[in-house]
């Protein structure tokens, strides 16, 4: 399989599901800005959408969005419980969290790095942002990961969503679940592993 990323995109959670999961795949390097693959190769020529992340399986067949993608990837290492069964109760309750975070959080983030963005509709967002993740850190109250006591994709994608505060002046430092819950993933040796082969840590 091959999984093309920019780094510390939303990529970074299917990059760290692969790891977790144990699975054989090449990272490939999509930079967002430009487009350009290592190989000097337009990305536009593999993904028209030219946005990641990408996942083309042995066969060529291509999976595009990331909530799609980690739980093709939870599904292929299911002793590794990275998400509930098919089928069960508990993994409409991971697609619902996968849900929230595509749409309430990581698309909400999006307008944030868009340059020329006005300053009165940031403001609107990053209070919508604000509302939306102290609701996610009283969540946490209840159990040390969003599933319960057991680490799932769904926790690696709001950790790598919720990175992208720092660079966009959302100030989450008093959701202290919330900071409990990133301490905890970014302690997972596969996420630090997918952090470093993408240069965001040494």
């Not at 970074?12 to 190989?39: N, Y």
């Amino acid at each position: 399989m091959k999984l093309y990323y920019s780094a510390g995109a939303c990529s970074l959670t299917p990059h760290i599901a692969l790891i977790e999961a144990g699975l054989v795949f090449e990272a490939i390097s999509a930079p967002t800005k430009t487009h350009q693959l290592p190989d000097g190769s337009d990305y536009y020529q593999i993904n028209p959408l030219g946005y990641v992340p990408l996942l083309v399986l042995d066969d060529g067949r291509q999976l595009r969005e990331c909530a799609v993608i980690i739980q093709y990837i939870a599904d292929q290492a299911p002793d590794k419980n990275l998400a509930p069964a098919n089928g069960t109760f508990e993994r409409y309750k991971l697609q619902e969290w996968l849900s929230f975070i595509g749409t309430e959080l990581h698309k909400n983030f999006a307008p944030l790095f868009t340059p020329g963005m006005p300053t009165e509709a940031k403001t609107i967002i990053k209070a919508r942002l604000t509302e939306r993740l102290t609701w996610v850190d009283s969540e946490l109250a209840k159990s040390d990961y969003l599933m319960g006591e057991a680490f799932t994709v769904a926790d690696a994608y709001l950790f790598n969503v919720s990175n992208w505060a720092r660079f966009v002046a959302v100030d989450i430092a008093k959701l202290e679940n919330l900071a409990a819950l990133r301490a905890r993933v970014s302690a997972r040796p596969a996420v630090r592993e997918a952090m470093r082969a993408e240069g965001l840590i040494k």
